[in-house]
């Protein structure tokens, strides 16, 4: 059973300004909810079509009919959740960050925060037109990785004037990542889908560092920001160890 | 101006079953569009809403109402476009290989035929239940790639018998891809989404490597198919430097 007031504050919740307002976010699915939980966030409420998903007494037990009216998935999958957005920690200054300038595709989002993850990335600075990491579709992309990132948006070019550490840039013509000594504290810098860095920050860049390309066509126009980062995180990570 | 006819081929090309029979496959946007002229795909149909968008002898001018009837996507794109699929060339037996083990995300296949076109990977074979490469959201996501990496679909199990290659998997338990000395030539396999390299080809590996994790938390369980591709090729190419 829903209350109407319930479905009202579940659907305003696709909207960043509400996610604020309210201090919530949503998750879907049984697979998605059970790893937040188990990454401490804080469960606000649950709602489950099927008995054999994550039960506790914030659990509303509703019908398939009802999941389909508050799923934002086309395909509702058995259970949704609302998590309370965590504080907001402070920002590291060492360790390896990663910083994005203007990422727009909540998918490319939600696997950059699960890179991040794996690879051992505890802190994301995004420049605040970076699409909101509380959006539906980033979370459903992160698989639970947002729980172990700490996300921060703020003014990049900020950031960085007041960082000491060397701040590197995927561009187009850079130095080959594979013949850079990379360092374990470092910031890495990628831009936008469409436009890249911008001219900015790519002034603010310390190494412009690329993934060499290897095709006999020189066509390509770019690797997509999540297999790039991809790259980089890996490069970074098998060379210091860390 | 398009005929009934027209739309009624454009529509059906939406399935597998129909791109087959007609040969064709649809491309949408005028940047794909111009890539896969560039790349001397065959085009058969050229359908555009705007003046300045690619124009030659097999382009028709229609109107945006007519273009939103015909596009797949859920915001059309000033053009349309029909291509012959391409003949069939034979499979390669040397090089660099990437064989994908029932891919079933479009999305991800796209992104995949992108990395191997930006790697020199030329060629890919996937088993009969990976996702078509010629489905409209593939297409979308190769940016078009998909013209220059040649896509076969075979019995993924009766190739590997077949060759004499080294043939390494992508796991969640095997050797750390970053102190394998990897050769120029070999195969790749990577597996399904949800259930990685099936149990028949997993017994036909003669390596298995696996992207080091480097996250405080062993919770995140994979990394995405597409960034595995990404690290993987990327290990390939610097250590070998094809």
Same mark, same amino acid.
């Given at each position: 059973?829903?209350?109407?007031?319930?479905?009202?504050?579940?659907?305003?919740?696709?909207?960043?300004?509400?996610?604020?307002?309210?201090?919530?976010?949503?998750?879907?699915?049984? !697979?998605? @909810?059970?790893? =937040?939980?188990?990454? $401490?966030?804080? *469960?606000?409420?649950?709602?489950?079509?099927? &008995?054999?998903? %994550?039960?506790?007494?914030?659990?509303?037990?509703?019908?398939?009919?009802?999941? !389909?009216? @508050?799923?934002? =998935?086309?395909?509702? $999958?058995?259970? *949704?959740?609302?998590?309370?957005?965590?504080? &907001?920690?402070? %920002?590291?200054?060492?360790?390896?960050?990663?910083?994005?300038?203007?990422?727009?595709?909540?998918?490319?989002?939600?696997?950059?925060?699960?890179?991040?993850?794996?690879?051992?990335?505890?802190?994301?600075?995004?420049?605040?037109?970076?699409?909101?990491?509380?959006?539906?579709?980033?979370?459903?992309?992160?698989?639970?990785?947002?729980?172990?990132?700490?996300?921060?948006?703020?003014?990049?070019?900020?950031?960085?004037?007041?960082?000491?550490?060397?701040?590197?840039?995927?561009?187009?013509?850079?130095?080959?990542?594979?013949?850079?000594?990379?360092?374990?504290?470092?910031?890495?810098?990628?831009?936008?889908?469409?436009?890249?860095?911008?001219?900015?920050?790519?002034?603010?860049?310390?190494?412009?560092?690329?993934?060499?390309?290897?095709?006999?066509?020189?066509?390509?126009?770019?690797?997509?920001?999540?297999?790039?980062?991809?790259?980089?995180?890996?490069?970074?990570?098998?060379?210091?160890?860390?």
């Amino acid at each position: 059973m829903i209350s109407k007031s319930q479905i009202k504050l579940i659907t305003s919740l696709k909207q960043k300004k509400y996610r604020a307002i309210e201090g919530l976010f949503v998750a879907e699915g049984p !697979k998605v @909810i059970a790893e =937040l939980i188990a990454s $401490n966030m804080e *469960l606000h409420s649950h709602f489950s079509s099927e &008995i054999n998903a %994550v039960e506790n007494d914030k659990t509303h037990k509703i019908t398939a009919t009802e999941l !389909k009216k @508050i799923s934002f =998935l086309t395909t509702a $999958n058995k259970s *949704l959740a609302l998590f309370e957005i965590p504080q &907001i920690s402070e %920002v590291n200054k060492s360790g390896l960050t990663v910083v994005l300038d203007a990422i727009r595709d909540p998918g490319n989002l939600g696997t950059i925060i699960r890179l991040c993850d794996w690879f051992g990335v505890e802190q994301l600075v995004c420049s605040l037109d970076t699409v909101d990491c509380y959006n539906p579709k980033v979370i459903q992309a992160t698989m639970g990785s947002i729980a172990r990132v700490n996300v921060h948006y703020i003014d990049v070019s900020a950031f960085i004037k007041n960082t000491e550490l060397p701040v590197y840039g995927g561009v187009m013509n850079g130095n080959s990542i594979y013949n850079e000594a990379l360092p374990a504290d470092a910031i890495v810098v990628l831009g936008n889908e469409a436009n890249g860095i911008s001219k900015v920050i790519m002034e603010q860049l310390t190494h412009r560092i690329t993934i060499p390309q290897f095709g006999k066509s020189q066509e390509t126009d770019s690797l997509n920001v999540a297999t790039a980062t991809a790259v980089l995180l890996s490069e970074f990570r098998r060379t210091t160890g860390m």
